[in-house]
């Protein structure tokens, strides 16, 4: 079989179902949001913007140089359509799984919610702009998209729809204040991050044969691009003179990227190209065993880099 003829198994009523999960997760974060979290941004904006630039610029760019070098290997038979994948998820934001790790991990708490807030605010305009420009410098992935006719405008109604109005929702009831919201919180969060990982769980059980006959094809791919994408943001965040707390933050919200919405986006534009299914639906699995082992790792780990400004 040929990889872009695989259709992963995901009724109409397991999409709608992971929409509103991850609405849900959306609504969840927002809850912690306030107009005061944002003015501590603007008075000490370094983290927020570093690790902004690392997750919407650097790592879509690092992608592109990863693509550009594996299609021009004379042993790699790089499939369009996984490049696609890999581009999408280069431009989601990152995932709201990440403030969990962060905690496990020690990290700053504070920082990781404000940037998921921040990058899914940002995924409005970023997600359909990097996509459709990344997208576009690669000539096969190119020649898919002139092929789809997709506008950016309809994937940004698409965004909007996902995140903006659960987002705009949970910010609202945020500033209300209520003393019976902030007992709803933790459950709230947990409850929704808990749903998407049973969900994605079980995408993965129903397609299993399908992973199997073409873990060769993705499984590297997606464990190179997940761990660029942590190193870029550690790294990064390190060189830019940040804290080892912040340094781990950054690389847990560079690495985990809001998957979610690549699957979502893949059933609503994308359902002929197997190879891009395959590759954000394992992403959506490798992500959350890296994060996770990464955070425990940092939890048992009291060494911090003697070159830590």
């Known amino acids: 079989m040929y990889i872009d003829d695989v259709q992963i198994t995901f009724n109409s009523e397991t999409q709608l179902l992971l929409k509103f999960i991850l609405g849900f997760i959306i609504f969840g974060v927002a809850l912690d949001i306030k107009l005061d979290d944002f003015k501590q941004v603007a008075k000490q904006p ?25 299609s021009q290997h004379p042993l790699t038979t790089f499939h369009p359509s996984i490049a696609l994948g890999m ?70 109604q698409t965004i909007v729809m996902i995140l903006g109005i659960p987002l705009s929702l949970g910010m609202w009831l945020a500033h209300q204040d209520q003393a019976w919201l902030s007992k709803l919180k933790k459950p709230i969060k947990y409850s929704s991050i808990g749903l998407f990982v049973c969900l994605i769980v079980g995408a993965l059980a129903a397609n299993f044969s399908l992973f199997l006959a073409f873990v060769g094809t993705f499984a590297f791919v997606v464990f190179l691009q997940n761990s660029l994408a942590i190193s870029i943001g550690f790294w990064g965040a390190r060189w830019m003179g940040l804290s080892y707390q912040d340094q781990k933050t950054v690389a847990l919200e560079v690495g985990i990227q809001n998957s979610g919405l690549g699957l979502i986006l893949f059933f609503q534009y994308f359902t002929h190209l197997g190879g891009m299914g395959i590759i954000i639906a394992w992403w959506s699995v490798w992500h959350m065993i890296s994060g996770l082992s990464l955070a425990l790792y940092w939890q048992r780990s009291n060494t911090i880099p003697s070159t830590t400004k």
């Open 46 to 70: 370094k983290a927020i913007l570093i690790g902004l630039g690392l997750q919407f610029c650097i790592f879509p760019a690092v992608t592109f140089l990863l693509i550009l070098l594996a």
């Open 87 to 156: 581009f999408l998820l280069a431009a989601c934001p990152g995932g709201n799984i990440s403030n969990f790790f962060t905690h496990l991990a020690k990290g700053n708490a504070a920082l990781s919610v404000s940037m998921s807030a921040i990058s899914t605010l940002a995924a409005l305009v970023m997600t359909p702009l990097n996509f459709s420009f990344w997208g576009s410098c690669y000539p096969p992935t190119h020649a898919l998209l002139v092929d789809l006719a997709l506008d950016p405008m309809d994937m940004l």
